[in-house]
């Protein structure tokens, strides 16, 4: 039997009752759906995978689906690819589970709805309760870490493809254990998960690794970002550029942390078109400055220094850039 951490172990037992209690519900139905948001990240698919595959595993009987977008350069490589479920599995009784989504407009795939029951499990700050258990937990720094805890509250074993889909959430919503949010905790779950067999370079150059695109595309950023007086740095990407570069909306907001640790920016995003949703979105990081409440105001939302937002037109863009660039001077 493993030792852990105090700190672990009050965890856990601050956990078991809400862990009791989701597997509880889960048990009652042979179907289990898994669910998570739009532009899935490390934390979205490391939840998605980490959770889905240990009900797999402890309950070879039941029929698990884990659904949503897939991303060309992660699913195939890091994580399977996500099930292609057709409309007619709905149709049955199913509990759905959606992890790190604060919203239920964000959930990738609506056919939640059809769900008998839903579970929420997040550490968004809690702006829309749902479900008929809804797991919060704001201090925690990534799903996937509240995840391993409800995994070690259960008791039962995780296995190594666990235990990396786990880790890379983990490393991913952290900013690589750097951001604000990264807690004793966090190492210390990351500790335990890598015990259990990750195999650390395999994830990281599998999170990381990038396209010649990707290069070009930060030359363009560097070439083209703009920055406010008061040290809001921003870039713009419509459409016609995304093509030109040979890049997708996702993997162009991903370079947004170009603009970390320099001296002078407070605050620092990218904005990218997408035409299939008609809008401009707004991925949003701060230094310091709390920014989700501002995010929030321009139909987003998110973690006090990583947020995102829409915007739905030029003229908007404009009025988005006066209004944070007051804030940091505010
Ligand atoms: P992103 O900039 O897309 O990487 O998102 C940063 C954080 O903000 C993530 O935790 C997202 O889940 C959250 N977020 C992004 N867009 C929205 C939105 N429209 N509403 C609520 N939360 C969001």
Known sequence: MRCYSQEILDKIKEYKKPTKKIFALVEKYEKVAIFAHFSPDFDAFGSQFGLGVYLKNHYPNKNIKIIGQSLTLLNGELYPYMDEVSDSWFE???VAIIVDTATLERVS??????????????????VEPYGDICFVDVTS???????????????RTISRDIAT????GIVGDSGRFKYASTTSLTFGIAEVLTSLGVDLSYVYTRLYVQDLDDL?????????????????????????????LN?????AKENVNIFSDIRGIKIWASITERVDTNEWRVSIRSA????????QKWRGGGHVQASGAS??????????????????GS
Do not use: W
């Open 141 to 155: 720094v990534a799903v996937t870490e509240m995840i391993a805890v409800m995994l070690l509250a259960d008791g």
């Open 311 to 328: 915007l739905v037109n030029r003229e908007e863009i404009d009025i988005f850039v006066q209004e944070m660039d007051d804030y940091i």
């Open 288 to 295: 310091e400055k709390p920014i989700n409440e501002f995010a």
């Open 109 to 126: 795939d609506n056919r939640y709805t059809k769900a008998k029951a839903l579970i929420k499990i997040d550490h968004h700050p809690n």
């Open 216 to 244: 070009r595309c930060i030359g363009y950023i560097l070439n083209n970002f703009k920055i406010t007086k008061n040290g809001f740095a921003y870039y713009v990407i419509d459409d016609k550029t995304l093509k030109k």
């Open 92 to 94: 049955d009784p199913f």
């Open 247 to 251: 890049i997708t909306a996702d993997r």
């Open 165 to 168: 889909y786990l880790f890379s």
